[in-house]
């Protein structure tokens, strides 16, 4: 088939990429190059630097590509940023959005894959999360994604679009091979940070809470490899078949890691020492979120290859060590 890739030059996108070729479909990218980089997509890959929310020119595209399923990773994902500026979130990650799924509807285009966020739960009161537990975001990038969330479940009833939202949890890791990986500006998640802390390309890392009501005083955290992610998103391809379906899964591991459990795993991986140092814990972050990822793994047959926390910090590193600074930018 040929899949459409949105935000397939960014971190997640570029590695579904190459998973959905590997699978044997025809991937087609589409990115504006907000936070992507070019060099994260093989050449022979067909590109265009467009906004999703152009709904000419994703029209054209669609059409022109003769495309079966869209898979949607591009949004603005920085939670501090959504919290001082909502607007640019709104709009990128709703309105710009809207605008990708009418061009689909217009094209007939009608399977959809997206990426949603455990964000979208909030503080949850009970672990491991559940797919149909509460959802109460507090903050706009998660309220965006779940408003993208019951957009879906609209036009399918309305338009019977076929769709699945994946929940994911902390995505980590790269490709095995070492030749492409996470390279954000700025960088927030953790693996990265405490592995260029570990070489010195960055300040000792920031241990934000050490006295939650967790084994270690640090928050536990659910990190699931970017590869293992991209499979759900090939696994599901036939339970689109069937119009006007929508499904939800969370995508973890559903093991709990904590902030000093991924500092070891650096420690072990890299033969070098993480310098941190302990600051106040930060508003808005949960003592610990992690999955149980049961449907995806009965529903879809998913399994997880990068099942403990070294196995994902030895691909991060692989591609740090070998790119320390990241695609070149
Ligand atoms: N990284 C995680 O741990 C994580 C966790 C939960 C959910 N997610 C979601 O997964 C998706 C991918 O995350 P990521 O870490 O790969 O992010 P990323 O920033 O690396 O990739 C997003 C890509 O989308 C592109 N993009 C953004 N707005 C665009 C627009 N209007 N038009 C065209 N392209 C646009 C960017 O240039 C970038 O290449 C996002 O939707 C994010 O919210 C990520």
Redesign the pocket.
């Known amino acids: 088939m040929n899949i459409l890739i949105?935000?397939?030059?960014?971190?997640?996108?570029?590695h579904c990429v190459r998973q959905v070729a590997a699978a044997g479909h025809r991937p087609v990218v589409?990115?504006?190059?907000?936070?992507?980089?070019r060099a994260a997509v093989a050449p022979d890959v067909p590109f265009y630097d467009?906004?999703?929310?152009d709904e000419a020119a994703v029209g054209k595209i669609l059409v022109d590509e003769k495309i079966d399923i869209v898979m949607?990773?591009?949004?603005?994902?920085y939670v501090g940023e959504s919290v001082h500026d909502p607007l640019k979130y709104y709009f990128?990650?709703v309105v710009?959005t809207l605008g990708l799924l009418r061009a689909m509807l217009a094209k007939g285009v009608k399977k959809f894959v997206f990426?949603?966020?455990?964000?979208t739960y909030g503080i949850p009161e009970k672990m491991p999360l559940v797919e149909t537990m509460p959802q109460a975001p507090i903050n706009p990038?998660g309220q965006t994604?779940l408003d993208v969330e019951n957009a879906l479940k609209s036009l399918a009833l309305a338009h019977g679009l076929s769709f699945a939202a994946f929940?994911?949890?902390?995505?980590?890791g790269a490709a095995e091979d070492g030749t492409i990986g996470?390279d954000?500006n700025p960088e927030t998640?953790l693996i990265p940070l405490a592995i260029d802390a570990a070489t010195g390309k960055r300040p000792p890392l920031q241990l934000f809470g050490t006295d939650y009501p967790t084994p270690d005083g640090t928050c536990l955290r659910d990190y699931v490899h970017v590869d293992d992610l991209s499979r759900a998103h090939i696994a599901v391809f036939p339970k689109l078949e069937t119009p006007g379906v929508g499904f939800f899964y969370n995508l973890g591991t559903g093991t709990p890691t904590s902030v000093r459990e991924v500092i070891k795993a650096v420690e072990k991986v890299t033969g070098k020492k993480v310098p941190y140092t302990e600051a106040p814990r930060r508003a808005g972050d949960p003592p610990a979120l992690y999955a149980d990822s049961t449907k995806a793994k009965t529903g879809l047959d998913w399994k997880v290859k990068y099942n403990d926390i070294e196995s994902i910090v030895a691909t991060a590193w692989k591609w740090h060590s070998a790119h320390p600074n990241g695609f070149g930018k």
């Open positions: 949105v935000g397939g030059a960014g971190y997640i996108g570029s589409i990115d504006n190059l907000a936070f992507g980089h467009v906004n999703l929310g949607h990773f591009a949004a603005f994902a990128n990650n710009a990426s949603s966020t455990c964000a990038y994604k929940r994911y949890f902390n995505a980590a996470e954000h998640h």
